[in-house]
Each structure stands twice: as C-alpha cells, then as structure tokens.
T-cell receptor
Framework: GAGVSQSPSNKVTEKGKDVELRCDPI?????LYWYRQSLGQGLEFLIY????????KSGLPSDRFSAERTGGSVSTLTIQRTQQEDSAVYLC?????????FGPGTRLTVL | SQQGEEDPQALSIQEGENATMNCSYK?????LQWYRQNSGRGLVHLIL?????REKHSGRLRVTLDTSKKSSSLLITASRAADTASYFC???????????FGQGTELSVKP
C-alpha cells in the first residue's frame, strides 16, 4: 500500500489489560512518530524514531507506555495495565524529509 | 505540552465565503504545517511552510508565516461544504521533527 497503515482500527479493552498497537510506515521513510488524540483535542506527541538513533521518548506519559521499531520499519506501541484515561485515538506518522504522513489511527477504548 | 494556539476554536460560514484560521506558537521553529481532519480520524497534510518563507499557496489554500510575531494563518478561499472539517497547525521545533499541534479550529461550511 502507498500510505501508512495501522492496526487494529478499533480496540476495546478492560482496565488493567495490556494492548499492542501496530504501525506500518511508508516504505523508505526513515522517521516514525506516535501521537495520541483525546476526544476534541489536538494531537499529543508520544515518541519518535529516526533511523538507528535512540528514540525520543520525551512525550510518553508514563512508564506503562513503550514502543519499538523493528528493522527500521514496523513499529509497535505497547500500553501496559491500561487505564480509562488511556482511551484515545493513537496515530502513527512517517516522514522522509519533514512532511509527515499519518495513518488512520487506532481508536482505543478502555472500559 | 501545547505549542500552537489556534483561533477561532470554531468557525461557521456560508459556501463561497473565505475562511481564515490563525495559529500562534511560542518557540523558534523549523517549519509549520497545516493539517485537516475529518470526523476525528484521517489526518491529511495540507501545506508546509518553512521558517524562511513568508507565504505559500496550494490551490484554494494560502498560508502565511510571520516568525517575528510567531504566528501563521490559513486562508481557504471560495469555501465549499466539503471543506467542513477540523484544521490543525503543527510546528516542527527543530528537535528531531516531532510536531507540536494546536487544539484546532472546527470549520463548518453551510451550503
């Protein structure tokens, strides 16, 4: 596919469970970003990967959040022991030269 | 942390009218980008303006950037009902390319 893809598109989970969200960036894009968007809000930066450099984790809200990017391509965002305030749309973006292309997002609902 | 502040928060106009949205930010930037979002998903990149540029056009879109005032505006000319969406400005603050988003302007274009 030509664009950024994310899976699942929707995830409903119970409080306390772990979830994994996946992002497939555009082939050849060296940078990958995760953001989240709470209802009616702008996007909040979470984490950023650039090539083989150490990721910028400065936006992660707690140590329950972590992310990996394997082989410089696919990325997984993991939220452990989910809380209700984690409910949001999680968006992934990839970039080659500054312009970021966003995936459709994963809507996470924590009951 | 929120870098961009947008106004108005909501804008309602008639088809054919022009829509102007403003964005202010706090720190020095590498570039500023405008995005459109429909129904809380599907963020679409509209236009990127670099810090050394003052104005940029793309179709019915015109973006200005005033780095001395730390502000930008997005003008949509001859609006259409299909332009109804939320519009976000996002700044690249030269720290690896992560974007800091404003809260957005909700535009409603009435036919």
């Amino acid at each position: 596919g030509a664009g950024v893809s994310q899976s699942p598109s929707n995830k409903v989970t119970e409080k306390g469970k772990d979830v994994e969200l996946r992002c497939d960036p555009i082939s050849g894009h060296t940078a990958l970003y995760w953001y989240r968007q709470s209802l009616g809000q702008g996007l909040e930066f979470l984490i950023y990967f650039q090539g083989n450099s150490a990721p910028d984790k400065s936006g992660l809200p707690s140590d329950r959040f972590s992310a990996e990017r394997t082989g410089g391509s696919v990325s997984t965002l993991t939220i452990q022991r989910t809380q209700q305030e984690d409910s949001a749309v999680y968006l992934c973006a990839s970039s080659f030269d500054g312009e970021q292309f966003f995936g459709p997002g994963t809507r996470l609902t924590v009951l | 942390s929120q870098q961009g502040e947008e106004d108005p928060q909501a804008l309602s106009i008639q088809e054919g009218e022009n829509a102007t949205m403003n964005c202010s930010y706090k720190t020095s930037i590498n570039n500023l980008q405008w995005y459109r979002q429909n129904s809380g998903r599907g963020l679409v990149h509209l236009i990127l303006i670099r810090s050394n540029e003052r104005e940029k056009h793309s179709g019915r879109l015109r973006v200005t950037l005033d780095t001395s005032k730390k502000s930008s505006s997005l003008l949509i000319t001859a609006s259409r009902a299909a332009d109804t969406a939320s519009y976000f400005c996002a700044t690249d603050d030269n720290q690896g390319g992560k974007l800091i988003f404003g809260q957005g302007t909700e535009l409603s274009v009435k036919p």
